[in-house]
C-alpha cells in the first residue's frame, strides 16, 4: 500500500486514510492506470468514447471521476485516483480551473502526463507545453493516431521514472540494514523531525545535539552519514561558502514507508 503513503493535502499534516476496501477497490491488477482528467460539458463528443475504448482494448484502467464512486470529500476521491494511477491524460480544451488544479496534483505526485488539446485553443492556455508530450486533435481518428504515436513515448517515461524509484528503494534497503540499531532509531527520530539545518563549518552543531540527547552517541550520527542518510550541503554566504548537515530529502518518502510501517521488522 506504499502508494497511500500519503501527507493528505486537506488534513495535513495526517497521511491519507483511505479504508483498506478502497485501497483494494483502487489497486487492481492492470498492467497500467490512468487518471483520466478533463472538463465533462460542453467536451468534444468524440473524446470520452475514444479514451475509454483505447484503455478497454488493451485491459488498461481508467480512472473518471465522474463515473467512479467512493467515500470521503471530492478532492478526497481526486486525490485517490491521482495516487492509483500510473499516469495521467489531461485534457486541457475547454479551459476549466479544476483540471488545472488535478494537473498540478499529479504533477506533485511526479506522475507523467499526456495531454489533449483543441488546436484551435492552444494559445489560450495559461502555460507554455511546447516540452511535454501532448496531442492535438480534431476529431476521433486524430485523436486515436496520437494516441497510437504518443502514448509509447510516456511509457518509456513511465518505466524510466519507475525504474529509478525501484532501484533507489533498494538501495535503501540494503542501507538500513548495515546500521546498527540505535544510528535506525537516530534515523526514525531525523525523520519525524522534518527538516532541519546545522551549520557543519564552524565546528558540527549537529554532533552537539546528538550528543546532548544522551540516548545516541556521535558515532551512530556517522553511520548514517557514511550511507547519506544525513549530508553536507555548501551555500553561498555573500564572500564566504557555508556548510550545513541536513537530511537527504530524496530519501524520505521511503523511509517514512520502511521505518514506520505496520509490517516493518527489526
Known amino acids: 500500500m506504499g502508494k497511500f503513503n500519503f501527507i493528505c493535502p486537506d488534513h495535513y499534516p495526517m497521511k491519507c ?18 487518471f483520466f482528467i478533463f472538463q465533462y460539458r460542453d ?20 480512472f473518471n471521476a465522474d463515473k467512479e464512486g467512493g467515500t470521503g470529500t471530492k478532492f478526497c476521491n481526486i486525490c485517490r485516483y491521482a495516487l492509483a494511477s500510473d499516469f495521467g491524460i489531461v485534457s486541457l480544451t475547454p479551459l476549466n480551473y479544476n483540471v488545472f488544479q488535478e494537473t498540478g496534483l499529479m504533477q506533485g505526485l511526479k ?26 486533435h480534431t476529431d476521433a ?13 510516456l511509457l518509456d517515461k513511465l518505466l524510466l521514472l519507475t525504474g529509478f524509484e525501484t532501484e533507489q528503494k533498494a538501495l535503501i534497503v540494503e542501507k538500513l540494514k548495515s546500521i546498527s540499531p540505535k544510528a535506525k532509531n537516530l534515523l526514525k527520530r531525523f525523520v519525524l523531525e522534518g527538516k532541519f539545518s546545522f551549520r557543519s563549518d564552524t565546528g558540527s552543531d549537529l554532533d552537539k545535539w546528538v550528543d546532548e540527547t544522551r540516548e545516541w552517541k556521535v558515532a551512530h550520527l556517522r553511520e548514517l552519514e557514511v550511507c547519506r542518510f544525513i549530508i553536507t550541503e555548501t551555500e553561498s554566504g555573500g564572500t564566504r561558502t557555508l556548510q550545513f548537515k541536513r537530511f537527504n530529502e530524496p530519501y524520505r518518502k521511503f523511509l517514512e514507508e520502511l521505518l514506520f510501517s505496520a509490517t516493518q521488522t527489526g
Do not use: H, M
Open 141 to 153: 481518428k486524430s485523436l486515436l493516431g496520437g494516441l497510437d504515436n504518443k502514448i509509447p513515448l
Open 17 to 34: 486514510n483511505l479504508s483498506s476496501p478502497d485501497k483494494d477497490y483502487l489497486l487492481t491488477p492492470e498492467k497500467y492506470k490512468a
Open 111 to 136: 506522475k507523467p502526463l499526456i495531454f489533449l488539446l483543441n488546436p484551435g485553443q492552444k494559445e489560450k492556455l495559461p502555460f507554455d507545453i511546447d516540452d511535454q508530450i501532448y496531442i492535438e
Open 43 to 62: 467536451q468534444d463528443k468524440w473524446l470520452q468514447p475514444t479514451i475509454e475504448r483505447y484503455f478497454s482494448e488493451r485491459t488498461w484502467r481508467l
